[in-house]
């Protein structure tokens, strides 16, 4: 058969024994057998344990029944989208590539939001569609779409397997989601086993090691000369667990990406808060005389312009093209290994100074709510007291997502989740799902605004049936509040903005799980105090007055 791949960043593949260059196209030709079970095994071999998806007939089910021979579970979702969100989390949590299996043409574009969500967010994802045989596509027009064209911007690659691939060539493509960047990769699956293109092979040279030694070098002096660091972590480094004790043995002041947060405990004594590129952590960076990134994606921050003044030191270990932060020394490289390089301490930082920028900031949020008022900032400082010890926390798009994620206590990396990079909505409630088989037996919670929750109300079935730990609770204020803040008079008033009001715990309680309504924080709080290791669903009414204020505190 052939593999015909895409590549649109530049990454070792062993398949090829080659380094593939960004935006060229790689057809090679492999014989096996067995392609649903060679892919199976492939998955095994990679570590996968669950697998997700709403599939076709055909083909799909083929794999579906493959994985089972081979004790990978399947998981049935409700949406496309919604099962590539599980899968991409699920992969996350287990660094794994983590398959959602969906048919041709229409579960293919329906499964494409999820797709974006992983590569974007950084997410591992293996994309698995049926397509129309290439025998067959001279005839047969129904559902025929280019799919490779299709996912090619929303994937890291995109490859045609057909029967009689080998193992060895099917790994290594399952290597490319789980290699910085994360992100997905689509296999278009094509029982025929008939080719598509011609093969052509490119190899490129290695970096320049040479320059790597430069950069390092500079990048020790500039920070042996700064008094005053501070370090911006990313996703990256988030990936990269032994940072977080290189970091504590620097002890300058830490921010982290939403996506990074728990490399530094987010209530220990170098974290300094979150970074967004917003008005929260101006103080911390208008306090550093040198900025360092480590691990830092460009997907992460907000698109404001970048105002520090203080230069700045990039540590990563792959090339940052897009021209956002003005680096100052760029080092590309392995990221502990040159952190541990760079990272010496000689800061004049004061113990306890992180901490106290940190409170400054929370303050601001809690001052943008009044105390007397149900609203967001209530709603999560109450969730905040009734944790279990041990749980993982995903968050959607919306207004919400300003009171939960400066104010949310993390201790350890992927136990916080959000769609950043994307920042799609319809994300919480199934990445919720994949955490909670990712992390058997642990409890989860799923915060959601109403314009979320609507989008999966029917994955509640899903959480019913697998009789998952997962605590969803809603953000109802019947409103798209994020987009209403930023309304003028002549866009639309309620008519774009606002919707009937949806009682969430019927649907919940029609769903099959438990389903609660709360007006305070004293109901929230009773509610909260049991049934932990229940699916259940909290839909909370609060008042949205304080959400411009949260807006103007963390955003400016």
Known sequence: ????????????????????????????????????????????????????????????????GALLEIDIDFVLAHAESSAAIMAATHGLITHTPTPVIVTRGPGATSVANGTAQ??????????????????????????????RSFFAPITKASATVAADVDAETLVGLLTVPTTWPFGAVHLDYDASGHPDADAHLEVVVAPDTGALSAAI??????????????????????ATPELAEILVRFGAPVLSTYQAAGLVDTNGSL?????????????????ADLIITVGLDLVE??????????????????????????????????????ARTVLQPNHRWADGEATALCSQARDHIRHAESSDTFGPVQLVETAIAALPETITTTVDAGAHFLAVMPLWPVSEPFRLLISNGLAT??????????????????????????????????????????QLPITVVVFNDATLSLIRIKQ????????????????????????????????????????????????RLIDARIDPSSYPALLAATRG
Not at 432 to 459: C, H, K, N, Q, W
């Open 1 to 64: 058969m052939w593999i015909n791949l895409r590549c649109p960043r530049r990454q070792w593949h062993p398949g090829t024994n080659c380094i593939l260059t960004p935006g060229r196209h790689y057809c090679l030709f492999v014989v096996a057998a067995g392609l649903a079970v060679e892919l199976a095994k492939a998955l095994g071999e990679a570590g996968v344990g669950a697998a997700f998806g709403v599939p076709g007939g055909g083909p799909n089910l083929d794999l579906v």
């Open 118 to 147: 992983a590569t974007l967010d950084r997410f591992p994802l293996a994309v698995v569609t049926d397509t129309v045989p290439a025998a067959q596509r001279h005839r047969v027009a129904h559902q025929r779409i280019d799919q």
């Open 217 to 238: 070098s500079a990048a020790v002096d500039l920070v042996g000369q700064a008094e005053r660091p501070v370090v911006i972590v990313g996703m990256e480094a988030a």
């Open 271 to 287: 974290g300094a808060g979150l970074f967004t590129n917003g008005a929260l952590e101006r103080p911390v960076l208008d306090a």
């Open 301 to 338: 921050p907000i698109p404001a312009p970048w105002t520090p003044a203080a230069p700045v030191v990039r540590l990563s270990s792959v090339i940052q093209l897009d021209d956002y932060l003005p680096a100052t020394i760029d080092v590309v490289g392995p990221l502990a290994e040159t």
């Open 425 to 466: 909505m319809a994300f919480a409630v199934p990445a919720a799902i994949g955490a909670a088989i990712a992390r058997p037996g642990e409890p989860v919670l799923a915060f959601t605004g109403d314009g979320g929750m609507s989008m999966t109300m029917a994955e509640l079935e899903t959480i019913a049936r697998l």
């Open 488 to 535: 003028t008079a002549e866009h639309g008033g309620d008519r774009a903005v606002a919707y009937q009001l949806t009682d969430f715990a019927e649907v919940a309680r029609a769903s099959g799980i438990d389903g609660y309504v709360v007006n305070s924080a004293l109901e929230f709080r009773t509610v909260l105090a049991q049934d932990w290791d229940r699916p």
